[in-house]
């Protein structure tokens, strides 16, 4: 069974993924802004992280990307003052879902990022 990171800062968040997805992968889910260290330590197929792009989510999206070859998705609500950010961080990820998303749609892209 392939290895799912997921973190959001909202508890509920990672619970209600976690119930939607644990039957098809294993999700470890965390509050815990400091992913880079759950990383370190063990094996993921892929990050999916809820959060707002920032200079350095695009930072640590890359070094998913360049060091530790991980697909990631980023999950937010799209407002126009990030509008450059997300243009410049598409270029580290495997993929965006705006808010509100469709689980249905999320779920196929996991399974074509990791089971392909």
């Known amino acids: 069974m392939k290895n799912i990171l997921f973190y959001s800062p909202d508890f509920s968040m990672c619970y209600s993924l976690l119930m939607y997805l644990q ?7 965390t509050t815990d802004i400091e992913v880079m260290k759950i990383i370190a330590k063990s094996g993921f197929d892929l990050v999916l992280m809820d959060i707002e792009p920032s200079k350095n989510i695009e930072t640590f999206c890359r070094e998913l990307n360049e060091i530790y070859k ?3 998705i980023l ?3 799209y407002k126009k003052q990030i509008n450059n950010f997300d243009s410049s961080i598409r ?4 993929s965006v879902f705006y808010k509100p998303y469709d689980l249905n749609e999320v779920s196929q ?3 074509s990022l990791i089971l392909a």
Do not use: G, M, W
């Open 70 to 72: 991980i697909p990631v």
């Open 23 to 29: 039957d098809r992968f294993h999700v470890t889910t």
């Open 109 to 111: 892209e996991l399974s």
């Open 91 to 94: 270029k580290y990820v495997s």
């Open 75 to 77: 999950t937010y609500v």
